[in-house]
Each structure stands twice: as C-alpha cells, then as structure tokens.
T-cell receptor
Framework: AQSVTQLDSHVSVSEGTPVLLRCNYSSSYSPSLFWYVQHPNKGLQLLLKYTSAATLVKGINGFEAEFKKSETSFHLTKPSAHMSDAAEYFCVVTRMDSSYKLIFGSGTRLLVRP | NAGVTQTPKFQVLKTGQSMTLQCAQDMNHNSMYWYRQDPGMGLRLIYYSASEGTTDKGEVPNGYNVSRLNKREFSLRLESAAPSQTSVYFC???????????FGAGTRLSVL
C-alpha cells in the first residue's frame, strides 16, 4: 500500500529565512511525487513533480524538492521565504495502478513572520 | 483560460436537502475527479471518471453520486445531505501525458 506522511502540521519561519517542509512516502514501486500549494480560499496549484528523471526537482516560485530513495523522503525547500509563501502545502504520491489516482498527505501550513 | 470551473462557490444546506455541484473543464482532458477536503486530512477522492461515460468510486463515495455528462462536465450530487458532508469540495481534471491534475477553486458546503 502507498502512503504519504507530512511530518509537520505547521511550520513557522521568518521572512528571508530558509523553508523546509518534510515529507516521507511509502511505496512498493518507484512513485511519481508532487508538491501542491493551496493559498487561503483557493484551489490547489502544482509546485513541482518528480518522475525519476532527476533527483533534485525545481518548481515554481523558487521552491525545489529532493527525492531520496534511501530515506523515502521528498522534502520541499526554499532558500528564502517570502510573505506570499504563506499557504498550505501538500505532498502527494501517485497510486501505481491503472487509474493513477493521487494520495494526499495531511498538509503542512506554512506561516511566514515579518 | 478558465481551466476548471466549479459552481457554486458556497452553499448552505439543511439536513436532508439535495444539491448538485457542477464542474466543467475547458482543457479537453479525459479524466476528471471529485475530492473532499477536511481539516487535517488532506484531500480524499470521492469519485473519478477516466473518460466520458465512465465513473468509478474513490475512497469515500458513500452518500454521493456523479454524472459525467460529456467530456467537459462532471457533476457531484448529494441526494440527502448530512452534517458529515460539511466540507470543501474540489474538482480536478488531468493531463494524461504528464499525469498532472488541475484543480478548481472549490465549493464550500455547510450542512446544518
């Protein structure tokens, strides 16, 4: 069975400091992994996607994530937080059956302090 | 450039009432999905449609029905709403070649 665990429900950082949002996955196969962002009262927007072409994936708005198979992790990072980064972030894995349905983590709410 | 459009954006129902949530996409995608989002639980799949004319149950289908009216539209119906169905509902459609889902802005539903 596949699953996704986001290790922190809330992360608070100061503007200009690095961001780390942690995600661990469980999968019998090499998965497709995603990070989505949801701003308040908005839908979900794709930040980045890992598909095995490269272990370090660059996304929009300066975010990137590194796939580490040995640690079954796919942590999201950004060197310098901006106030506009305040949002909820979801780590997502694709179910490896014919439907390719998504399995969502429970989300991490990022707070950015001035 | 509308993408995925959901209506209504907000709805309040009384227990036992029925309603249909509408979703339309203009990206010519084959696959469409309905999710519900509850605090601390991420998104859970209610139903999905891999192509026009087909629908399948997801993780939490009880209390819901769906219709894939045509390639563009995928509606979600609550026949007899219950307070447990208070949630935010998201529709999505998928780019097959890239396995990427695009989401609507959501419908916030309260059942009293």
């Amino acid at each position: 069975a596949q699953s996704v665990t986001q290790l922190d429900s809330h992360v608070s950082v100061s503007e200009g400091t690095p961001v780390l949002l942690r995600c661990n996955y469980s999968s019998s196969y090499s998965p497709s992994l995603f990070w989505y962002v949801q701003h308040p009262n908005k839908g979900l927007q794709l930040l980045l996607k890992y598909t095995s072409a490269a272990t370090l994936v660059k996304g929009i708005n300066g975010f990137e994530a590194e796939f580490k198979k040995s640690e079954t992790s796919f942590h999201l990072t950004k060197p310098s937080a901006h106030m506009s980064d305040a949002a909820e972030y979801f780590c997502v894995v694709t179910r490896m059956d014919s439907s390719y349905k998504l399995i969502f983590g429970s989300g991490t709410r990022l707070l950015v302090r001035p | 450039n509308a993408g995925v459009t959901q209506t209504p954006k907000f709805q309040v129902l009384k227990t036992g009432q029925s309603m249909t949530l509408q979703c339309a996409q203009d990206m010519n995608h084959n696959s469409m999905y309905w999710y519900r989002q509850d605090p601390g639980m991420g998104l859970r799949l209610i139903y999905y449609s891999a192509s026009e004319g087909t629908t399948d149950k997801g993780e939490v289908p009880n209390g819901y029905n769906v219709s894939r009216l045509n390639k563009r539209e995928f509606s979600l119906r609550l026949e007899s709403a219950a307070p447990s169905q208070t949630s935010v509902y998201f529709c999505a459609s998928k780019v097959e070649t890239k396995n990427i889902q695009y989401f609507g802005a959501g419908t916030r539903l309260s059942v009293l």
